[in-house]
Nanobody, 123 residues
Framework: QVQLVESGGGSVQAGESLKLSCAPS????????MAWFRQGSGKEREWVAW???????DVVDSAKGRFTISRENGRNILYLDMNSAKPEDTAMYYC?????????????????WGRGTQVTVSS
């Protein structure tokens, strides 16, 4: 099974930036939708952003204008640029690969997940 591995998490102050990365263990999912989800302590998993193979993207309203999702197709790496971080962004962040090329915000439509990388934003 292809594994997804996230990196780049850490602790920052409010207003600072972080860049998360996600790489598969082999070159895979190049034609699939890729997404980031997050789960805060005691909260349900929440969709954050998706990008399809054509480069079209969407971001959750609470992060619009602050987060940018991108993918480096040659190396099949997924990124999440987090700018102007807020304490409410504190969560474990997961990357996920979708079943198809089209994207949804439903975690049930994603077939592969990483183990997550923790992001903590202090006020």
């Amino acid at each position: 099974q292809v594994q997804l591995v996230e990196s780049g998490g850490g602790s920052v102050q409010a207003g600072e930036s972080l860049k998360l990365s996600c790489a598969p263990s082999i070159y895979a999912y190049s034609g699939h939708c890729m997404a980031w989800f997050r789960q805060g302590s005691g909260k349900e998993r929440e969709w954050v952003a998706w990008i399809n193979s054509g480069g079209f993207t969407d971001v959750v309203d609470s992060a619009k204008g602050r987060f940018t999702i991108s993918r480096e197709n040659g190396r099949n790496i997924l990124y999440l640029d987090m700018n102007s971080a807020k304490p409410e962004d504190t969560a474990m962040y997961y990357c996920a690969a979708g079943r198809e090329t089209w994207c949804t915000t439903d975690s049930a439509d994603y077939i592969a997940w990483g183990r997550g990388t923790q992001v903590t934003v202090s006020s």
